[in-house]
């Protein structure tokens, strides 16, 4: 079992910036890529950014590429999401996601669903004002 763990999450305004961090605790944090997912209301959960084993290779959604980073610390068991330039339709619930599958090169079309993922932590709200 893997436990994971959101934070950071809050209200901002268009254009702010806004940092998301993940602590896992459990099995090995090496041996799973991690991921962002985001549900808007009513929406389906959809794919943000995932990041491999050893974290040297990234993917992004094409709506938050150039916007947001994906990082993780393997010596802090945590993976962060970097938010800037942030508009009203990021507005969602966050969610951290483990896969035991590492992500591969060019991801494989399994990386942008969530039935990829073994692993989810409970999601930390992201308001973004206009």
């Known amino acids: 079992q893997v436990q994971l763990v959101e934070s950071g999450g809050g209200l901002v305004q268009a254009g702010g910036s806004l940092s998301l961090s993940c602590a896992a605790s459990g099995r090995t944090f090496t041996n799973y890529a991690m991921a962002w997912f985001r549900q808007a209301p009513g929406k389906e959960r959809k794919f943000v950014a995932a990041i491999s084993w050893s974290g040297g290779n990234t993917v992004y959604a094409s709506s938050v590429q150039g916007r947001f980073t994906i990082s993780r610390d393997n010596a802090k068991n945590t993976v962060d999401l970097q938010m800037t330039s942030l508009k009203p339709d990021d507005t969602a619930v966050y969610f951290c996601?483990?896969?035991?599958?590492?992500?591969?090169?060019?991801?494989?079309?399994?990386?942008?669903?969530?039935?990829?993922?073994?692993?989810w932590g409970r999601g930390t709200q992201v308001t973004v004002s206009p």
């Open positions: 996601a483990a896969d035991s599958l590492d992500i591969a090169t060019p991801a494989e079309p399994g990386t942008f669903t969530p039935f990829e993922y073994d692993y």
